[in-house]
Structure formats: C-alpha cells, structure tokens
C-alpha cells in the first residue's frame, strides 16, 4: 500500500519559517519525482517546488529565492524548508509522488498539511 505522509504545518508569523516533510512508503522512492503543491480557500491547487528522480528542482516565480526542497532517499523523504513566510502562503500543501515506470503512469498523493501565515 503506497502512503505520503505530510507532516510540519502549523501557524507562523509572516516572516517566520515551517520545514514540511512528506514521508513516503510502497514506492520505490528513487525512482519518482516529487512535488509540493498547496491549495488556498477558492483557488485551484498550484505546484509550489519539485525536485526530480535526479534531484533537479523546479519553484514556483511566488517561492524563488524563499523555499528550497530537498530529498534524501536513504529515509524515502522530501522536505521543503519555507522561509520568510507571507499571509498569502496560507494553504494546504500537499505532497505528490509521481513516476513513469515501464511505460505506467504513477502518481499518488498525500493528505495535506495546513500552514496558516498569520500574525
């Protein structure tokens, strides 16, 4: 049974820091990218960072320079570090497992997290 669990919400102070981490089991993590994407009241969900089977990563223009994600597949994790956090960053995040395996289309999804930006 594949299972991503997010875990590392929480409500911060604009400016403040939260370090979410998705923790992976019933996959072969090395082999899938992975993405952080959030979805705030109304609005569609949206990619915030990937990192790639290779390690290559991808933000989102709202998160440059503020978010880094990172994986360790020793411990079958993503983590994203979020800095200098903003009201508008209120969302629930989710985390997305997704592989192409000989030729099938993988992909999976966690229960999200609630970060609340807030003063």
């Known amino acids: 049974q594949v299972q991503l669990v997010e875990s590392g919400g929480g409500l911060v102070q604009p400016g403040g820091s939260l370090r979410l981490s998705c923790a992976a089991s019933?996959?072969?993590?090395?082999?899938?990218?992975v993405g952080w994407y959030r979805q705030a009241p109304g609005k569609p969900r949206e990619l915030v960072a990937r990192i790639s089977s290779g390690g290559t990563t991808h933000y989102a223009d709202s998160v440059k320079g503020r978010f880094t994600i990172s994986r360790d597949n020793a411990k079958n994790t993503v983590n994203l570090q979020m800095n200098s956090l903003k009201p508008v960053d209120t969302a629930v995040y989710y985390c997305?497992?997704?592989?192409?395996?000989?030729?099938?289309?993988?992909?999976?999804w966690g229960q999200g997290t609630q970060v609340t930006v807030s003063s």
């Open positions: 997305n497992a997704h592989g192409l395996i000989r030729t099938t289309d993988y992909n999976y």
């Open positions: 019933g996959i072969i993590f090395r082999l899938y990218a």
